[in-house]
T-cell receptor, first 116, second 110 residues
Framework: DAGVIQSPRHEVTEMGQEVTLRCKPI?????LFWYRQTMMRGLELLIY????????DSGMPEDRFSAKMPNASFSTLKIQPSEPRDSAVYFC??????????????FGNGTRLTVT | GENVEQHPSTLSVQEGDSAVIKCTYS??????FPWYKQELGKRPQLIID?????GEKKDQRIAVTLNKTAKHFSLHITETQPEDSAVYFC?????????FGKGTKLSVKP
C-alpha cells in the first residue's frame, strides 16, 4: 500500500496565480479530507468528502478555495487567486468507514505552499 | 461544532521521566479520540486512539484515558526517550469531522 499520495511536495508561486494541489487516497478508502497546517492556527479541516461527495466545506476560508473529487482515486484543492496568507502545509488524508466504527485518518506527506 | 483544547503547548522532560498531555472537548456527541505524533517536516502519524465506549487504552509505553463526563482525555508516555521528541496532537469528533488540538511540542532531554 503506497499510502496517501500528494503532489507536488513543494509549490512556490506568486500572488495572484492559480494553485492546484493533488491527492490520491488509499485505495478503498471512502472518506477524503483536506487539512491546512500553520503555526498560528494548527491543523484546520478545510473540507471532506464521502464517496466522492463533498459533505462539509465550512472550513474552506473563502471563495478563492475550491475542492473536487471527480472519482474515488483523485481529489484536487484549488486556490485562485492565491495570496501570501495562503502559505501553509496542506495535508490530504483518507479513511475507511465500517460498521460499527471507523478507521483512523491516514495522512499524505503534505504540500508546502509558499505564495510570494 | 466541536472545539478541542490541548495543554500544555510545550513540555520538556528528562529521559526516563513520564509525560502527560491533556485535552478537553466540547461536543458530547464526539465518539472518537486519536492522538497523532508529528516529527519535524513530516506528516502526522497515529500513535494511539480511543473510542467513547472505552475508558483507557494502553500500548507499550503509551496510554490514553478518557473521561466522558468531564469531556477530557489524556496521553501518557512513560519512560520517555529522545526519539519521543515531536509535536503531539489530540483530536476529537466522529467519522468525517475530526477536530485537532493546537499541538504539544515535547522535548526529551538525554
Amino acid at each position: 500500500d503506497a499510502g496517501v499520495i500528494q503532489s507536488p511536495r513543494h509549490e512556490v508561486t506568486e500572488m495572484g496565480q492559480e494553485v492546484t494541489l493533488r491527492c490520491k487516497p488509499i485505495s478503498g478508502h471512502d472518506y477524503l479530507f483536506w487539512y491546512r497546517q500553520t503555526m498560528m492556527r494548527g491543523l484546520e479541516l478545510l473540507i471532506y468528502f464521502n464517496n466522492n461527495v463533498p459533505i462539509d466545506d465550512s472550513g474552506m476560508p473563502e471563495d478563492r478555495f475550491s475542492a473536487k473529487m471527480p472519482n474515488a482515486s483523485f481529489s484536487t484543492l484549488k486556490i485562485q487567486p492565491s495570496e501570501p496568507r495562503d502559505s501553509a502545509v496542506y495535508f490530504c488524508a483518507s479513511s475507511l468507514s465500517y460498521s460499527p466504527g471507523f478507521t483512523p485518518l491516514h495522512f499524505g506527506n503534505g504540500t508546502r505552499l509558499t505564495v510570494t | 461544532g466541536e472545539n478541542v483544547e490541548q495543554h500544555p503547548s510545550t513540555l520538556s522532560v528528562q529521559e526516563g521521566d513520564s509525560a502527560v498531555i491533556k485535552c478537553t472537548y466540547s461536543d458530547s456527541a464526539s465518539n472518537y479520540f486519536p492522538w497523532y505524533k508529528q516529527e519535524l517536516g513530516k506528516r502526522p502519524q497515529l500513535i494511539i486512539d480511543i473510542r467513547s465506549n472505552v475508558g483507557e487504552k494502553k500500548d507499550q509505553r503509551i496510554a490514553v484515558t478518557l473521561n466522558k463526563t468531564a469531556k477530557h482525555f489524556s496521553l501518557h508516555i512513560t519512560e520517555t526517550q529522545p526519539e519521543d521528541s515531536a509535536v503531539y496532537f489530540c483530536a476529537g469528533g466522529s467519522q468525517g469531522n475530526l477536530i485537532f488540538g493546537k499541538g504539544t511540542k515535547l522535548s526529551v532531554k538525554p
